[in-house]
């Protein structure tokens, strides 16, 4: 049974630094790409980042909106994935979500129904 469980969100101002931790199992956590997704209010889940590990080398991938302020990573020994976000803006607000993750057609979509709690990140201006 797949479980993600999502922690490290909280309250930051603007230009502030949280990290993000996703804790994984149920599945073959090696094999899998892993990806970060957000929803905010009012708004549809959209895709932040993705994670893909092969041959002993880490590929990442990224939103335009965050490229150069977030940093995906992943412990495969831990079966963790994270994300490092610096620089955060207000609309950087919303719940953030991992999941097992594949692309297609140059976009990303989760590989499973099941999503955890989230947790919220909140960017006061």
């Known amino acids: 049974q797949v479980q993600l469980v999502e922690s490290g969100g909280g309250l930051v101002q603007a230009g502030g630094s949280l990290r993000l931790s996703c804790a994984a199992s149920?599945?073959?956590?090696?094999?899998?790409?892993m990806g970060w997704f957000r929803q905010a209010p009012g708004k549809e889940r959209e895709f932040v980042a993705a994670?893909?590990?092969?041959?002993?080398?880490?590929?990442?991938y990224y939103a335009d909106s965050v490229k150069g302020r977030f940093t995906i990573s992943r412990d495969n020994a831990k079966n963790m994935v994270y994300l490092q976000m610096n620089s955060l803006k207000p609309e950087d607000t919303a719940v953030y979500y991992c999941?097992?993750?594949?692309?297609?057609?140059?976009?990303?979509?989760?590989?499973?129904?099941?999503w955890g709690q989230g947790t919220q990140v909140t960017v006061s201006s």
């Open positions: 999941n097992v993750v594949r692309t297609q057609g140059g976009s990303w979509y989760a590989l499973t129904d099941y």
């Open positions: 149920g599945f073959t956590f090696t094999s899998a790409t």
């Open positions: 994670i893909t590990w092969s041959g002993g080398i880490y590929y990442a």
